[in-house]
């Protein structure tokens, strides 16, 4: 079956078209805030430990609520809770829209929406990366996963420059809003997708089901090297998120130029999504970790050369190796861990990916002010290299294969 077939074949199944359109309304806002809200920090005070302060505040929560977030979604059925959670961050999101519109914006309540933002997000968490598996057979993971990049790719190609022009035209506040609003809209779409729910039979203690997650997280050697080595990666890549925008605001890059240098990402992502339509992964962790050590490029790139040409070519490289990385790991995930295992086994996943992110966040700020932000960038950018390489040392990462062989597609 060639790739545009199979693609077409997963839309037709109504639970993961409804998903899609949920997300894709979802993803619409959600591609235009990080730019709006980064900027709208930076108003308040031009200061990238005050960002970092801001983007922690959020980042916090997730490594709090996410090893509960996923026994929620075991417990209470995974589109049930993503529907809350999308109601629950809506309201945040208007909260800040108006703040920022008003003027009367300041930083602790900046920091307190978020904060209650990232908790909607760590709950919600485990149920978006586990619910796939529900929405179409086996044989169509690899075509679902890809069609899910492919939407997330082509919204942000599209979402931070628009994100961008907004920012220099009306303002931050008015993207923030638009973010607020589809995300009732996508709660609502959720209502259409028709999942069983969770059998009512008895079940054990949520400290014991964390326990049964915590056994068989430690167990699979692929799952909890992964997992450290990006402990260390997400928190490296804190640089580029907490410092990219300052450096922007003060080289030729701009503030405008950022969005274009996100949007660039994105089309790095978006081709590489349309490319792994036809080609599957064989060894999805082994290629996947090759594919991240470009997502380090365009800290380097930074470091070294802040132009706005070169980092969107940077960027579009990083982008596209971190496209391969995330299909691979959604396999290796939804094809190796057991249904009633997987949204507790994404929550320690996620624990353990996020937990060093507000370390990051919180650290990289006074470290650009003290040694310089190009310094710190190039620093963070070279050892997010060295750390990919490192976790191929595993052999269970590196001869990890497909648990079905699908037909190969032409």
Same mark, same amino acid.
């Given at each position: 079956?060639?790739?545009?077939?199979?693609?077409?074949?997963?839309?037709?199944?109504?639970?993961?078209?409804?998903?899609?359109?949920?997300?894709?309304?979802?993803?619409?806002?959600?591609?235009?805030?990080?730019?709006?809200?980064?900027?709208?920090?930076?108003?308040?005070?031009?200061?990238?430990?005050?960002?970092?302060?801001?983007?922690?505040?959020?980042?916090?929560?997730?490594?709090?609520?996410?090893?509960?977030?996923?026994?929620?979604?075991?417990?209470?059925?995974?589109?049930?809770?993503?529907?809350?959670?999308?109601?629950?961050?809506?309201?945040?999101?208007?909260?800040?829209?108006?703040?920022?519109?008003?003027?009367?914006?300041?930083?602790?309540?900046?920091?307190?929406?978020?904060?209650?933002?990232?908790?909607? @997000?760590?709950?919600?968490?485990?149920?978006?990366?586990?619910?796939?598996?529900? @929405?179409?057979?086996?044989?169509? @993971?690899?075509?679902?996963?890809?069609?899910?990049?492919?939407?997330?790719?082509?919204?942000?190609?599209?979402?931070?420059?628009?994100?961008?022009?907004?920012?220099?035209?009306? %303002?931050?506040?008015?993207?923030?809003?638009?973010?607020?609003?589809?995300?009732?809209?996508?709660?609502?779409?959720?209502?259409?997708?028709?999942?069983?729910?969770?059998?009512?039979?008895?079940?054990?203690?949520?400290?014991?089901?964390?326990?049964?997650?915590?056994?068989?997280?430690?167990?699979?050697?692929?799952?909890?090297?992964?997992?450290?080595?990006?402990?260390?990666?997400?928190?490296?890549?804190?640089?580029?998120?907490?410092?990219?925008?300052?450096?922007?605001?003060?080289?030729?890059?701009?503030?405008?130029?950022?969005?274009?240098?996100?949007?660039?990402?994105?089309?790095?992502?978006?081709?590489?999504?349309?490319?792994?339509?036809?080609?599957?992964?064989?060894?999805?962790?082994?290629?996947?970790?090759?594919?991240?050590?470009?997502?380090?490029?365009?800290?380097?790139?930074?470091?070294?050369?802040?132009?706005?040409?070169?980092?969107?070519?940077?960027?579009?490289?990083?982008?596209?190796?971190?496209?391969?990385?995330?299909?691979?790991?959604?396999?290796?995930?939804?094809?190796?861990?057991?249904? *009633?295992?997987?949204?507790?086994?994404?929550?320690? *996943?996620?624990?353990?990916?996020?937990?060093?992110?507000?370390?990051?966040?919180?650290?990289?700020?006074?470290?650009?002010?003290?040694? %310089?932000?190009?310094?710190?960038?190039?620093?963070?950018?070279?050892?997010?290299?060295?750390?990919?390489?490192?976790?191929?040392?595993?052999?269970?990462?590196?001869?990890?294969?497909?648990?079905?062989?699908?037909?190969?597609?032409?």
């Amino acid at each position: 079956m060639s790739g545009r077939a199979g693609a077409v074949a997963t839309l037709r199944e109504p639970n993961f078209r409804f998903y899609f359109l949920s997300r894709l309304v979802n993803g619409a806002g959600s591609t235009m805030a990080p730019v709006a809200l980064a900027f709208a920090v930076l108003e308040v005070s031009d200061s990238p430990t005050a960002l970092g302060v801001v983007l922690a505040a959020e980042s916090i929560p997730l490594v709090l609520f996410m090893l509960v977030g996923g026994v929620i979604a075991d417990r209470f059925g995974r589109t049930l809770v993503i529907q809350a959670c999308n109601v629950a961050a809506g309201l945040t999101q208007l909260a800040v829209a108006g703040l920022v519109l008003s003027g009367a914006a300041q930083l602790w309540q900046l920091v307190a929406l978020s904060a209650l933002n990232g908790t909607s @997000l760590a709950i919600s968490f485990p149920a978006l990366a586990s619910v796939l598996p529900q @929405l179409v057979p086996r044989e169509q @993971l690899q075509p679902a996963n890809v069609l899910m990049s492919m939407q997330r790719g082509s919204l942000n190609v599209i979402g931070p420059t628009v994100g961008g022009v907004l920012v220099v035209t009306v %303002g931050p506040g008015w993207a923030v809003a638009v973010d607020g609003i589809t995300y009732f809209a996508a709660a609502a779409l959720l209502t259409l997708v028709r999942i069983p729910p969770p059998s009512r039979t008895e079940r054990a203690s949520t400290v014991e089901e964390l326990r049964e997650g915590w056994r068989y997280f430690r167990s699979t050697t692929w799952l909890w090297v992964i997992v450290a080595g990006f402990a260390v990666l997400n928190a490296l890549h804190s640089g580029f998120n907490t410092l990219g925008p300052v450096l922007a605001v003060h080289s030729s890059i701009g503030e405008a130029g950022w969005g274009l240098v996100l949007s660039a990402g994105a089309v790095g992502l978006l081709a590489t999504t349309v490319v792994m339509l036809r080609v599957p992964l064989r060894r999805p962790l082994l290629w996947g970790m090759l594919g991240c050590t470009l997502y380090g490029v365009p800290m380097v790139v930074l470091g070294v050369h802040p132009h706005l040409v070169v980092a969107m070519v940077a960027v579009f490289v990083g982008g596209a190796g971190i496209e391969v990385f995330s299909l691979g790991w959604s396999l290796a995930m939804q094809e190796h861990v057991p249904d *009633d295992m997987l949204s507790r086994a994404y929550s320690y *996943d996620a624990l353990g990916s996020f937990v060093a992110i507000p370390v990051g966040q919180l650290a990289v700020g006074p470290l650009g002010s003290a040694f %310089g932000v190009r310094q710190t960038l190039l620093v963070c950018g070279v050892l997010y290299v060295v750390v990919c390489l490192a976790t191929l040392g595993s052999r269970s990462v590196r001869d990890l294969q497909r648990a079905e062989q699908p037909a190969p597609v032409s």
